[in-house]
């Protein structure tokens, strides 16, 4: 690739990694753990191990998946999707690794959704390479350059993960998972977010293989008896909403 491709590549690109940026920064699911993590091993502490299956589980719970008891009869085209949004959430495209084609459009390569897509939900089912429709995006995938062409909007995610139940087995982690509505979180008059309360909650399991532990199941349950009700309650004070931030901080890029 030549120089000027790559900076007008990076030029394009600018603006609308700009609106993921603060799709995922707005609510605050930009944990205190390190960014881009490609999958789950090695976690200690149990507090540790909280944050970063939420960081790790953001692209999936953020699009809602339909549920299933075994990956096999998972929708693909909506895992797929998930793969994709973990692509772009991942702190490696942001140094202009992705060309853009003549409208802007990010393109993100098969074999990179193919790999994201073996990290989450492992080689047993893989993508099928179609156009797919999500709820706020619609990826076009282009047989000729086999890519994802991506444009992205300013939407804020159906869910986004908060881990409160960790089970370990033999080889086997189930994750009990609250669901936080996007649109609920809100903000103070000192600026910190206010966290809302689960609107339900999903058991996700992650069966180990020889690369790491992947979802193979997403199961919806009740909120277990110790879960944290979390803060529902936005003062008048608290005029500054998710929405509205993003808005601004769009207008602002």
Known sequence: MTEQKKRRGNSKIAFPLGLVIIIFAVIGVIFAVSAGISGVKNLTDNSEKKLEYQEWLVPVVMYDPDMFDDVS???????????????????????????????????????????????????????????VKGYFDEFTYSEQSQCYLVTSTGSVPIYTPKVVDIKKGSNTVVLTVGYLAGEAWAQDTDGSYIEPAPTKYVNITLRENSDGYYISAMQATDAPENADPGETVVTAAAETTVAATTKADSEEN
């Open 73 to 131: 009869s998972a929708d693909i085209n909506q895992l797929t999707v998930c793969a994709v949004w973990a692509i772009i959430k991942d702190d490696s495209i942001y140094p202009g690794i992705y060309e853009t084609d003549d409208v802007g459009n990010i393109m993100i390569p098969q074999k990179d959704v193919n790999k994201k897509f073996a990290e989450l939900f492992g080689t047993d089912v893989v993508p099928t390479h179609i156009g």
